[in-house]
């Protein structure tokens, strides 16, 4: 697509970057012109600017990390003190590596349940940290809290689907919108998500035939699916995941991209091209 954007990012005190940086708005230009839109976690300094170099669109700061990097078997225990924390080390390693990278990092569990108020003064402090928009999972509920903080300047990742935060209720972490009742609820929160002003919305193991029902559905809310199939505005993986490090079993929609490739950079870099060529997912990792 044509765009009349400017190509060059705004600098402070007038200067200009020659990196485009990934915003809101180049997101939107993205879906308009059928790009797909590569996410991936980060949680430090070094693997954040890995991620920049190799060109991944949003750099996830995710809360995955009480798993990943505090050995925890849930998201729950992460606070915000661990979100800043590592918001800050990612911020610094994608200006290290003048990463055109979109920083998105999410609310913990508990950050935003308490109402409007909660919510803003906590994505204040993830924006402070260096985050560019935040994430927060659920439904419908969750839709005035989008609302409010769109309004009040904060860019919004919402997030449906399996919940890892809610892991306890949905008694486990298992595929959500199989029957035709649980497909349609999740149907109106995406809209509902969508029309509260939502840029982005994760979908986490969701059938494929909905997550592009919805996908198609969301012309200005682009969908980053995670074993939810190819029908997705784009794809996340975690970052650990995708490298092949871990202690257990990995999730059956996950590839290993560092086996057969140079680096870490490298292996980065293979999963973008393959996002943007659509050859990831392939229809073999994901069967739901
Ligand atoms: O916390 C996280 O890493 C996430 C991704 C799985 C989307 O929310």
Redesign the pocket.
Known sequence: MASSAPQHSPAPYGGASPVRKVTPRRLQEMREAGEKIVML?AYDAVFAGLAGQAGVDVV?V???LGMVCQGGDS?VPVTMDDMVYHTQGVARGLAAADAASLLLS?LPFGSYHGGQDEAMRNAVRLMQAGAHMV?LEGGGWTAPLVRFLVERGVPVCA?LGLT?QTVHALSGYRVQGRDDAGAALLERHARELADAGATLL?L?MVPAALSSRITQALPACHTIG?GAGRGTAGQ?L?MHDMLGASLGKTPRFVKNFLAGSGGVREAFAAYAQAVRQGSFPDDALHAW
């Open positions: 976690t996830l995710g809360d995955s998201t999410d994430k997030h890892p994760v986490e995670i996340v975690v």
